[in-house]
């Protein structure tokens, strides 16, 4: 499959559906440049791989999970082994002009539009956008118009700097070493139970401190922040291992099946076998 071109359709913002490659060739995309590109699976699940933070990775993406690609970046896309199931993709297209639009509009935000590649992911969890791209392609197949497609742009611009720009560093935050062993901590003993204690060891501070400066660093809580990356382990797994829930349950951190399906609901909106019928059809 070759490369992706924008559609013209509208002005500042793209969507396309890709279906699974004929000849079981991986597809690429590429995010041209001035443009920001979202990739999420709408049919199934596949294998995508591109560079990520420090080299070349391959992952799974899943319903429900995007890759965002700051422009220049290229992935590229095959059906997930054993089954090698067919798959379909929606790309979407940003114009970086929104992005810088909406950085300067907003003076939270303000400097996150200047390096694109911190926003940059081959995978992340985040249904909202996954189910905005259902939408946007069902829009432009009904001829909606460059108005409903400029304010769902300057939206998901508002969206991507929010959650994922990177901030000013704080004076009242953890620095950059701190977090990064305090997160290690974290998926290295998913299994265990972790405290807030065991949590303000690893950043070397007093638990009150560490609780203010992790949520000003990650604008979450400790616990919330741990109870999402044990839920997205968890979707993974569901996806991709053959174990029982009540096993991939303690494997996150959830020693009683029943707290287990609780959260999981709580974040996905079903309950873990539901996820597991759901999206291992692909």
């Keep these: 499959m070759t490369t992706p071109h924008l559609s013209p359709f509208w002005r500042s913002l793209t969507v396309e559906r890709h279906p699974t490659p004929e000849n079981g060739s991986a597809a690429e995309h590429r995010a041209p440049d001035g443009w920001f590109g979202i990739v ?8 995508i791989e591109g560079h990520d933070g420090g080299g070349l990775r391959r992952t799974t993406l899943v319903p429900g999970e995007i890759c965002r690609l700051a422009p220049g970046n290229l992935v590229r896309l095959s059906r997930k082994p054993p089954r090698h199931q067919p798959f ?10 929104v992005l810088r639009y909406s950085a300067e509009a907003h003076p939270a935000t303000a400097g996150r539009d200047r390096d694109l590649a911190s926003l940059h992911t081959l995978r992340a969890f985040d249904p909202h956008v996954a189910s905005m791209a259902s939408v946007l392609l069902r829009a432009r197949a009904a001829g909606a118009g460059d108005d409903y497609a400029d304010g769902a742009a300057r939206y998901l611009a508002a969206h991507l700097l929010h959650a994922y720009g990177e901030a000013t560093p704080s004076a009242h935050g953890l620095n950059a070493e701190q ?3 305090v997160t290690s901590y974290m998926r290295e003993n ?13 950043a070397r501070m007093s638990r009150y401190h560490f609780i203010r400066r992790f949520t000003a660093t990650t604008g979450q809580t400790p616990l919330r922040y741990l109870t999402q990356r044990r839920i997205e382990t968890a979707r993974h797994l569901l996806v991709l291992d053959a174990d029982p829930i009540a096993d991939i349950a303690r494997r996150c951190g959830y020693p009683r099946r029943e707290s287990f399906a609780r959260a999981f609901r709580t974040h996905t909106g079903c309950s873990p076998s539901q996820y597991r019928k759901r999206v291992g059809r692909g």
């Design 179 to 181: 977090l990064r062993a």
């Design 40 to 47: 999420t699976p709408v049919r199934g699940s596949c294998r």
């Design 88 to 97: 379909a993709v929606a790309s979407v297209g940003l114009s970086a002009a």
């Design 190 to 202: 998913l299994a265990a139970d972790i405290t807030l204690d065991h949590l303000a060891k690893q």
